[in-house]
C-alpha cells in the first residue's frame, strides 16, 4: 500500500495558513504612513492635507485589501484590484477635504460630511471587496452568488476577531503599565503611552488579527451559521411586527404617520430589518427552507407589505420636500429610499414569481442593488451628487421665485449648515440687483445673518425679531432698580407669554440688588440669578439649587411672597494658592438646620457654575 502524502494529513487550516512576514509588513505599512500623517500634517494648507489625507487613504485601503485576498501567495489580479479600490478612496479622500467650509463659524456640514464619508467608506468597502474576492471564481463571466454571500460575512467576522484581538492587546498594555505605575515604576508609561507607539504596533496587531481569522476558516464558518441560525429564529417575530403594522393602516390613517416627523427613518428601518433578516434565511440559496408552510405565508405576506412601506417613506419625503425644500438629510433618505424600493420590490416580485427554488430572484437582484449602493456611496461623495450643491440651489431657486417668503426662509441653514455652496449662496444673494422685487427683504435678512456666530444665536435673533412681544415680570418683593434690558438676557420665548417673578436680593454684599428670576411656564426649572455689570447691564450670573418641579416651585413662591429670604454666607471660604482661587463645592445634598440665628436653614448642591471658575449662591430657606 503507498505511502500518505504529508500534505494529506495536514488540516485545511495549516494548508491555507498565509505568510505571517507579509501580514507584519502590511501592518507596520500602514502604520509607518499614520505616523508620518499625524506627525507631518499641514494645518496651514488646504491641498496639503487633501494630498495626505488621500495617501493615507489609499495605503491603508491598499494593504487592508492585499491582507483579505492573499493566501500562501500574493496573487497579482488582487494587487491591481487593490490598486484601483486604493485609487478610488484617495479620490474620495480629496473631495472630502475641499468640502470642509474654512470659515471663522463653525458649520455643521463639516460634521456631517465627516460621519457621512466614515460609514460610505466603510459600507463602500465591505461591498467592493467580496466582488474582488470572489473575482478568480466567476462562472461565465459571472460572479458566484455563493462566494459573494460567504466572502461577505466571513469578511464580517475576521475583521471582527482582528479588532478583539486590538483591543485586548491595549488593554494588556495598559495592565502592563499600570502595574509598575503602582510601585513607582513610569518607564513602561512613557514608552507605551505616546503616539509612535500606538499607531506603529495597532495596526500590526489588527493585521496579525486578520491573519488569525483568515487561518481558522472553519470556526469563522461556524461564527456565521450561529448568527444566520439566529436570523432563522427573529424572522417570524420580524414578520407578525410587519404584517400586524400593515393591517393597522386602513384603521389609523397615515396622518398620524406624517405627524411624528421622523417616520421615513423609522420605515427604513423596519424595511431594513427584513431586508437583513430574510437574507439570513436565505443564505446563498441551497438552504433548505426552515419553516412549516403556514409560517412561510407569514414570512411571504410581510415581503409583499414592504414595497407599500417603501412607498410610503416616498411619499413622506416628497411632502417635507415640497413644503420645506431639499437639504442633505432629505437628499440622504431619498437615496436610501431608492436601494429600499429596490430591495422591496425584488423581494415582492420573488414572492409572486413562484419557482422551484425559493425566492430564487433575489440572487441577481442583491448582487446589482450591492453594485447600485457603491455607485450611489461614489457619487454623493463626489462633485457629481453633492448634496449641499443641490440644496442651496434648491432653497435659492425657492426663496427667489417667490414660493418661500424671505421671513420664512431658513437663511441660517445657508450658512451655518450648507457648507462652502450654502456661504456662496449667501454670498451671490447679497449682489442682487437693486431693481429685484425681494432686494430690499432678502438684504435685510442677510445683514441679521452675517452679524450672528452661529446658526442658534440667528435663530434666536430671528424669533425676537419675529415674535417682539415684551418680557412680563411679576414682583414678590419691591423692587428699587429698573429692570429694563433684563429681557435681552432671557431666551426668545422666555417670560413672553407667561409673566416670570422676580426676587430682588443682594447675595453678594455690594449694596446692589441681584435678581431671581422663576419661569413658572416651564414644567422644571431652575431660579435664574441676574446681576448689573458695571455699566448697569443686566448679566446672567447663574442658578440657584436644582431643578424644581411644580409643587416645589409653588411652595418656593409662597415662601418667598410671605417670608424674606437672606443671604447665607457659605460653609468654606474659597482657597487661593499662587493666584488662583478654587471655590469650594459641596459633593452632596444636605439640609443644615438651625445653622443661623434666624433658624434657617440651608440647602447645599453642586456648584453648577463650577465649570466657569464662580462661586454658586445659596438661597435661605425658613
Known amino acids: 500500500m503507498p505511502r500518505a502524502n504529508s500534505q494529506q494529513s495536514a488540516t485545511p487550516d495549516q494548508v491555507t495558513r498565509p505568510n505571517l512576514k507579509f501580514f507584519i509588513l502590511t501592518g507596520l505599512f500602514q502604520g509607518v504612513s499614520l505616523w ?47 490598486v484601483g479600490l486604493s485609487c478610488l478612496f484617495a479620490l474620495l479622500a480629496l473631495w472630502y477635504v475641499f468640502q470642509i467650509p474654512d470659515s471663522a463659524h463653525n458649520n455643521s456640514w463639516t460634521r456631517v460630511l465627516t460621519a457621512s464619508s466614515i460609514l460610505g467608506s466603510l459600507l463602500l468597502f465591505s461591498i467592493a471587496l467580496p466582488f474582488i474576492q470572489s473575482w478568480p471564481n466567476r462562472k461565465n463571466g459571472h460572479f458566484r452568488y455563493a462566494d459573494l454571500y460567504r466572502h461577505s460575512w466571513d469578511n464580517f467576522f475576521i475583521l471582527l476577531v482582528a479588532g478583539l484581538l486590538t483591543g485586548a492587546y491595549w488593554l494588556l498594555i495598559v495592565l502592563w503599565v499600570m502595574l509598575f505605575k503602582m510601585v513607582g515604576i513610569t518607564l513602561f508609561q512613557y514608552l507605551f503611552f505616546n503616539t509612535l507607539f500606538a499607531l506603529l504596533t495597532l495596526p500590526v496587531v489588527f493585521s496579525l488579527g486578520i491573519r488569525i481569522g483568515l487561518t481558522h476558516d472553519r470556526i469563522i464558518t461556524t461564527l456565521r451559521q450561529i448568527v444566520l441560525s439566529l436570523c432563522g429564529w427573529l424572522m417570524p417575530l420580524l414578520a407578525v411586527i410587519t404584517f400586524l403594522f400593515g393591517a393597522s393602516l386602513p384603521f389609523t390613517g397615515l396622518q398620524s404617520i406624517w405627524d411624528t416627523g421622523y417616520s421615513t427613518p423609522i420605515l427604513l428601518c423596519l424595511l431594513g430589518a427584513n431586508i437583513l433578516l430574510l437574507n439570513g434565511i436565505y443564505q446563498d440559496g441551497r438552504r433548505k427552507i426552515p419553516y412549516p408552510r403556514p409560517l412561510l405565508y407569514l414570512v411571504e405576506g410581510a415581503l409583499l407589505l414592504m414595497p407599500v412601506f417603501a412607498l410610503i417613506g416616498i411619499y413622506s419625503t416628497f411632502l417635507r420636500i415640497e413644503q420645506y425644500g431639499l437639504t442633505p438629510k432629505r437628499i440622504y433618505l431619498a437615496l436610501l429610499l431608492l436601494v429600499a424600493c429596490c430591495y422591496s420590490f425584488s423581494y415582492a416580485y ?11 430572484v433575489i440572487r441577481p437582484a442583491n448582487t446589482a442593488i450591492a453594485l447600485l449602493i457603491c455607485l450611489c456611496i461614489v457619487l454623493i461623495h463626489s462633485p457629481l451628487l453633492n448634496p449641499v450643491a ?36 449667501i454670498e451671490k444673494m447679497g449682489r442682487l440687483p437693486a431693481t429685484h422685487q425681494l432686494h430690499k427683504e432678502i438684504i435685510s435678512q442677510l445683514t441679521a445673518v452675517n452679524h450672528a456666530d452661529s446658526y442658534y444665536a440667528w435663530k434666536q435673533e430671528r424669533m425676537k425679531r419675529k415674535n417682539p412681544k415684551l418680557a412680563k415680570f411679576s414682583l414678590l418683593s419691591p423692587l428699587n432698580i429698573s429692570l429694563d434690558g433684563l429681557e435681552n438676557e432671557l431666551d426668545q420665548v422666555q417670560c413672553r407669554h407667561t409673566p416670570c417673578l422676580v426676587y430682588p436680593i443682594d447675595l453678594n454684599n455690594d449694596n446692589r440688588e441681584e435678581l431671581i428670576v422663576i419661569d413658572t411656564s416651564r414644567y422644571y426649572h431652575q431660579m435664574l440669578l441676574f446681576g448689573q455689570d458695571n455699566k448697569g447691564n443686566w448679566r446672567k450670573h447663574g442658578v440657584l439649587g436644582d431643578e424644581l418641579p411644580p409643587e416645589e416651585q409653588k411652595k418656593l413662591v409662597q415662601q418667598l411672597k410671605n417670608i424674606p429670604a437672606h443671604p447665607a454666607s457659605p460653609l468654606y471660604q474659597s482657597l487661593e494658592v499662587g493666584g488662583v482661587v478654587y471655590h469650594f463645592s459641596a459633593d452632596k445634598l444636605t439640609k443644615e438646620k438651625n445653622r443661623f440665628p434666624s433658624g434657617t436653614y440651608q440647602r447645599k448642591q453642586q456648584d453648577p457654575s463650577r465649570k466657569s471658575g464662580t462661586q454658586s449662591n445659596k438661597l435661605l430657606k425658613p
Open 36 to 82: 508620518l500623517a499625524t506627525t507631518y500634517w499641514p494645518d496651514d494648507s488646504q491641498n496639503g492635507k487633501a494630498l495626505m489625507l488621500a495617501a493615507v487613504s489609499s495605503v491603508i485601503v491598499f494593504a487592508l485589501t492585499l491582507q483579505l485576498t492573499t493566501g500562501k501567495r500574493l496573487k497579482r489580479g488582487f494587487s491591481v484590484a487593490a
Open 390 to 425: 443641490l440644496s442651496a440651489r434648491h432653497q435659492v431657486s425657492r426663496l427667489l421665485s417667490g414660493r418661500v417668503q424671505p421671513d420664512d426662509f431658513d437663511f441660517g441653514a445657508l450658512k451655518f449648515q450648507f457648507g462652502i455652496p450654502g456661504e456662496q449662496a
Open 350 to 360: 420573488a414572492v409572486i414569481r413562484r419557482s422551484s427554488l425559493w425566492m430564487s
